[in-house]
């Protein structure tokens, strides 16, 4: 989905930004433990068919995906592959029903586990998917063995609605609507959603007159910066990382 290829959601202790080619060789990574292979129900795919599907998920106009950041190691670094720690997805999988949607949540790091991460990124997926998708129903499909994701899900008010002895599989259901919309509301009013521009949103080619420029830039934004600042400086803060990791990843 294009729809959110600029499109960067600023939580409490998470970022989400758009899943782009340059995160696969960390995502690639992460794929090939088994324990998250079987945790997530994922088939093991070589690099290649990573980027395959990294593109294919980015035209798919059924599929929105985000990578999450880990807030804190993003601010404390100026690098945005070494903040990764997961993923959040939406599948609209039914034609006829465009507002339904599959979620799905993987919190790859182990070491970034059971601090919250994983609750706050999908409540900012579900709250991005309400406004920006019209998201009326969510649908999660989980293991029946895993039982912290079922604690997750069912925490957040996702009722059981079925389960398959066959894949073994638990099906959750949760509407949109009502109280849960309000509280949801309140609890995500404190996101911030930055809209990168054309150029912050791409990786570009790293030349010493490309650094160079980039330096500048960076000192002059930085003289700009409070990282305890909620407001303005935290765009150009966004952005000044952004700015930092591409490079690097294209050099
Ligand atoms: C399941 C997963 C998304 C949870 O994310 P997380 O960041 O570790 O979880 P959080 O810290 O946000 O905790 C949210 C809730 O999950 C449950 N939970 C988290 N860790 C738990 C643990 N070790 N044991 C039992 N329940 C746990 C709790 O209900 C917790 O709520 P609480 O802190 O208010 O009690 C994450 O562990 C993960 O991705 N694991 C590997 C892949 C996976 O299983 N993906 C889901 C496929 S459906």
């Not at 088994?34 to 997530?40: H, K, S």
């Not at 035209?59 to 592959?81: H, P, R, V, Y």
């Not at 129903?137 to 398959?164: C, D, H, P």
């Amino acid at each position: 989905m294009r729809i959110n290829e600029r499109t960067c959601i600023i939580g409490t202790n998470v970022v989400l930004v758009p899943y782009k080619d340059f995160h696969v060789p960390r995502y690639h990574e992460w794929m090939k433990s088994t324990e998250l292979q079987e945790l997530t129900a994922s088939e093991p795919l070589s690099l290649e068919e990573e980027y395959e599907m990294q593109k294919s998920w980015f035209q798919d106009e059924n599929k929105c995906t985000f990578i999450m950041l880990d807030k804190g190691k993003w601010a404390s670094s100026t690098d945005e592959i070494e903040s990764m720690c997961g993923d959040v997805n939406l599948f609209f999988n039914d034609p006829d029903e465009p507002s339904i949607a599959e979620i799905e949540i993987m919190v790859a790091e182990s070491s970034s586990r059971g601090k919250g991460f994983g609750k706050e990124a999908l409540l900012i997926m579900m709250h991005y998917g309400m406004d920006s998708l019209k998201v009326s129903r969510y649908v999660a499909k989980i293991g029946e063995k895993n039982k912290v994701s079922l604690g997750l899900f069912k925490k957040l008010g996702f009722q059981e609605t079925s389960v398959s002895k066959v894949f073994q599989e638990v099906t959750l259901e949760l509407e949109v609507k009502g109280q849960f919309q309000d509280w949801l509301r309140e609890q995500m009013s404190h996101l911030q959603i930055v809209h990168l521009n054309q150029e912050d949103a791409r990786p570009r080619p790293c030349s010493t007159r490309d650094l160079t420029a980039f330096k500048r830039r960076e000192s002059t934004a930085a003289s700009r910066l409070d990282l305890h600042d909620q407001g303005a400086s935290l765009i150009d803060w966004i952005h000044l990382h952004r700015s930092i990791s591409q490079l690097f990843v294209s050099n």
